[in-house]
């Protein structure tokens, strides 16, 4: 007689619809501890993306300056003298170098010394606020490609009139211009004819009153000594009059004549910012690690916590790999909701950030869809140990607990 062939048992099998309301019990019925978990991989996720977005916003401001100002701006100058002002150049040195080929354009001007502006004559005399004099004419606004806020430039007269500067302007606390507006200038009453608009390379122009040579002439004892003078050069031939300045500007003492490009101190704040960003990088990264640990702490914690839960599940058939699979799945969601809130949290703020400065909003591809990678592979590396522990419990030893 043939004897029955063994009764035969169906394999168990977690659908994929099934997958996702079983992994996420634990995350359902500890709402709280979820969050908190998830919150670590939040903040991780945010600050990559706030720092990117920032560093990357900022950078379009600052290049955009660059292209628009140009970098073919150079300034003559002779260092500082004794008091702490500006060292005076050669009478000569605006005529000589506008005969250097290449030279498109020269502004010079004039710091005077021991002259300074007051608000009103009662103003004690120490009280400078940092503000200096300068003499200048009408090539300054066109050498520096700069413009005039409110009112008018100055013009080539003797009529005891100024120009203020941007940081000038607000720092005497005047934001309007005519008869009423006035200064006490040099032991006189100027009347305030303008407002300059910032100059992002001229930054010394800012805090500085401007008055014609011929007031300066008259009024101020102006010597006719330049001491500092902006020269725009052709693009294609920056080096070359960068190199020629020096000796033209002063044939004896070459030495002793500085000459700079103002834009490079606008790509040093480039190169600062991508070394500042490396660092706040890191700082998020350590966030988001500190936030992985967290999460694959109280993954351990819900596998003690659900022993019978598990054992029961194994008694009815679960498999290894689905409990496997459940409690990754769980430690997944948890970090991808995290990820998901990270990069909206980073994007408010860089967004915040930007329209404050007044820059133009840019967060890196890059860093949207690569943050929300490295939350996904932070929250499978913290759920891979409590899953497979998970799995490797015995049910009988999981139920004798309960």
């Known amino acids: 007689m043939t004897p029955a062939p063994p ?54 401001n600052l290049l955009s300056q660059i292209n628009q100002l140009g970098t073919n701006l150079l300034t003559v100058s002779s260092g500082q003298n004794p008091s702490g002002g500006e060292s005076e150049l050669p009478t000569t040195a605006s005529d000589m170098l506008r005969t250097v080929p290449n030279v498109l354009s020269v502004a010079p001007t004039s710091q005077l010394a021991d002259t300074f502006v ?50 000038a302007a607000n720092t005497l606390g005047i934001n309007q211009v005519g008869p009423d ?49 902006y020269v725009r050069a052709d693009e294609n031939h920056v080096a070359q009059v960068s190199a020629l300045l020096a000796p033209t500007a002063n044939p004896e003492s070459p030495s002793r004549v500085k000459v700079s490009r103002p834009s490079d101190a606008l790509t040093a704040q480039l190169a600062v910012k991508e070394s500042g960003s490396s660092l706040f990088l890191g700082l998020g990264a350590i966030a988001l690690l500190v936030g992985a640990i967290g999460i694959a702490n109280v993954m351990v914690i819900s596998v003690l916590e659900r022993r019978t839960e598990i054992g029961l599940r194994r008694a009815l058939g679960a498999t290894r790999l689905h409990i496997c ?78």
């Open 181 to 229: 507006s006035r200064v006490w200038l040099g032991g006189h009453w100027f009347t305030v004819a303008g407002i300059l608009k910032p100059f992002s390379f001229a930054p010394e122009v800012d805090r500085s009153a401007l008055v014609s040579f011929p007031t300066a002439t008259k009024l101020l004892r102006y010597s006719g000594h330049p001491s500092r003078i």
């Open 7 to 60: 009764e035969r048992r169906d394999r168990s099998v977690l659908r994929l619809a099934d997958l996702v309301p079983v992994g996420t019990l634990g995350l359902r019925s500890r709402r709280m501890r979820a969050v908190l978990s998830a919150l670590g991989i939040a903040i991780g996720i945010a600050s990559i993306v706030a720092v990117l977005g920032i560093t990357r916003s900022s950078q379009s």
């Open 325 to 402: 699979m459940q409690f990754l799945t769980e430690s997944l969601v948890m970090s991808s909701l995290g990820g998901a809130s990270g990069l909206v949290i980073g994007s408010i703020v860089t967004a915040a950030m930007a329209y404050q400065r007044g820059w133009s909003v840019l967060i890196p591809a890059e860093s949207l869809w690569g943050g929300l990678g490295v939350a996904v592979v932070a929250g499978v590396l913290a759920g891979l140990y409590p899953a497979v522990r998970a799995s490797r419990l015995p049910p009988t030893d999981a139920l004798r607990t309960a």
């Open 118 to 167: 007051y608000r009103n004559d009662k103003v004690p005399a120490p009280q400078t606020s940092g503000l200096a004099v300068r003499a200048a004419d009408e090539s300054l606004l066109s050498t520096l490609d700069g413009g005039v806020a409110v009112g008018r430039f100055l013009d080539p007269t003797a009529y005891p009139v100024v120009v203020l500067g941007h940081d």
